[in-house]
């Protein structure tokens, strides 16, 4: 029963990720947090910062470490193909029409309505984060690594990952 808990769980929130990325995530968060409670919202921060430092789509990194985590390899490889399955079977089906609607201003419409809905739910989830952060590991932790990780990313120009992995260093460091 895992295993269709799995599939269901990464096909629906991709299914439903309007464009994939970054609107995927707070939709395999509610699914893997707040629905099925394989992990907290901590661990899933965790999973989502590695997953950001890694090259390639997060989506993919993120449902091959959960499935992982909550089924082995299995689990992984099912949660790889319910991350797929849907864009997949969008572009066999939509390709057919893609000329059709190709200038419709519709379409474009459609698309600029829901940026906002996705800027919205990455809003509430970068909150959500910054909650658990404050929880776990003080006003102090928090504002240290928010203004150093500032002045790294527009000061200094370091790249995000890097970012990311001196942050967890510190975390395991100085948080354990």
């Known amino acids: 029963m895992i295993y269709l808990h799995i599939f269901w769980a990464f096909f629906i929130a991709n299914l439903l990720g309007y464009g994939g990325g970054p609107a995927t995530i707070p939709l395999i968060q509610n699914e893997v947090v707040n629905n099925y409670h394989w992990m907290s919202l901590s661990e899933f921060g965790d999973v989502l910062a590695i997953g950001n430092a890694l090259p390639g789509p997060i989506a993919t990194k993120m449902g091959g470490y959960i499935g992982y985590d909550v089924g082995g390899i299995l689990g992984s490889i099912i949660a790889l193909i319910a ?3 849907p864009s997949a079977l969008a572009v066999i089906i939509l390709f057919k029409f893609v000329n059709l609607f190709k200038g419709s201003p519709k379409v474009s419409l459609m698309t600029k ?37 500032y002045f790294a990313l527009s000061k200094i120009k370091m790249h995000p990952s890097l970012v990311i992995i001196c942050a967890l260093i510190y975390g395991g460091v100085f948080l354990s």
């Open 83 to 85: 991350t797929i399955l």
């Open 113 to 149: 309505s829901v940026q906002p809905i996705i800027a919205i739910l990455l809003a509430v989830m970068a909150y959500q984060f910054f909650l658990t952060a404050y929880e776990n590991s003080g006003i102090f932790h928090l504002l240290l690594l928010a203004v150093v990780s």
